[in-house]
């Protein structure tokens, strides 16, 4: 896939997810010991989590259903400046209320995963000024670039945070250095958008658009939806925030190789994404969707019963070899089965749907990792919902399959 083949709205596009998501990497490496670092407990940090992604719900809800009519170049723009008023009070205070408002009203991103308006206008963005047939390879390089981005903001993270220790920093100051970061690529992102062209807007509505944005396809994105939520209602339990902390409350493993581990894993991540657009030629995009999530879901299962060290970092990374491969096919099937002019509403109610279900997940896995004895429920809870989903969609789906 070469860059010209891309244009230039597509390049910019590619440019403002791999930004992104290496701020969202390096953060949340070091997002719940900054906060443990600050004194709060497992329940309290738990109650944020969640609270961040009740917020970036609510906002990106309101923002994607609006795009396709307002203007989709203004709505990113208006999501990295939510950016950047979520971290400055991150950065600069240690008070409970303040970051409490901060998260929920701004944009943060507690997984390393998307959060906030940006996949849903970008994706209905990149649907616009692409061919049809190429859509499920440029989502996968989409989320290839995603990938490796975030791999090396984990890197970076987790390193910058041991190093400045090494150097005599107090862990709460190395921490909020990655922060102030994070507010800084908020300003960066709202520059990048402001080169976007009028070329990725939406096309004057065939029909006139009802709740949320949706027309014709109203019945199957909500549909869609439910099953999403499920999905990220499990994922929920597992953000590489709340692992990275598993990882180093179990085998105390220090910032600098927590950066190592999720560079691995999400450049893994990355390219699996890659191997589905073959299959997806072969068999169709929902059955890669479950064929591929299924032996992901039991490898999740079997990490926090490994023996040690190794053997849980080797199943993890081999579960991140495979975890991605239902993405692009994700993506693609929802673009496909709506109207264009309800592509940025889709792909928002369907992602508003995710972040809901995901939003719920930390404050119960903060509970569990308070107990001990439950620390490693959030693994096996999140596997056999995620199983659950993966046979629901097939069973909803599997007749109106589309292959590329």
């Known amino acids: 896939m070469g860059r010209e083949r891309l ?23 070091v997002l719940v010991l900054y906060l443990a670092a600050l004194g709060f407990g497992t329940a309290r940090v738990g109650l944020l989590l969640t609270l961040t992604l009740v917020g970036d719900t609510a906002i990106s809800l309101w923002i994607t259903t609006h795009a396709d009519r307002i203007g989709r170049k203004t709505m990113l723009m208006a999501g990295a400046a939510l950016m950047t008023a979520a971290g400055i009070p991150f950065a600069l205070s240690g008070d409970f209320t303040v970051l409490l408002l901060a998260a929920t009203l701004g944009v943060i991103s507690p997984s390393g995963n998307e959060v906030g308006p940006f996949l849903a206008i970008e994706q209905a963005a990149l649907s616009q000024i692409l061919p049809e047939q190429r859509r499920t390879a440029v989502f996968a390089w989409y989320n290839l670039a995603g990938s490796f981005a975030t791999a090396c903001g984990a890197l970076a993270g987790g390193w910058t945070a041991q ?107 990355g390219f699996s994404a890659l191997y589905a657009v073959r299959l997806a030629r072969q068999i169709g995009l929902i059955n890669t969707m479950v064929l591929t999530h299924i032996p992901s879901n039991v490898l999740l299962i079997l990490v926090p019963l490994m023996p040690n060290l190794p053997l849980a970092i080797a199943v993890l990374l081999l579960r991140f070899s495979i975890s991605q491969m239902d993405v692009p096919t994700r993506q693609s099937y929802t673009m496909a089965v709506v109207s264009p002019d309800e592509r940025s509403a889709a792909a928002g109610v369907t992602g508003i749907a995710r972040t809901t279900g995901a939003a719920v997940a930390p404050v119960l896995a903060g509970q569990c990792l308070a107990v001990p004895a439950l620390a490693s429920a959030p693994f096996l809870i999140a596997g056999g919902l995620k199983i659950v989903y993966d046979l629901l969609l097939y069973r909803s789906f599997r007749k109106s399959e589309r292959k590329l």
């Open 7 to 29: 244009g230039r709205d597509g390049n910019l596009l590619f440019l403002t997810r791999a930004a992104r998501m290496f701020s969202y990497g390096f953060l949340s490496v």
């Open 163 to 269: 190093i400045l220790q090494q150097g005599g920093m107090a862990p709460v100051a190395s921490y909020r250095v990655l922060v102030i970061a994070y507010a800084a690529a908020g300003l960066v992102l709202a520059l990048l958008f402001s080169r976007v062209s009028g070329a990725v807007e939406a096309p004057p509505a065939a029909a006139a658009a009802g709740r949320l944005g949706l027309h014709r396809s109203r019945n199957t994105v909500i549909k869609l939806s439910a099953l999403f939520s499920l999905d990220a209602f499990a994922g929920g339990f597992v953000i590489q925030s709340i692992v990275a902390y598993w990882f180093h409350v179990r085998y105390g493993v220090a910032p600098g190789l927590l950066g190592s581990i999720f560079f691995v894993a999400n450049i893994l991540a």
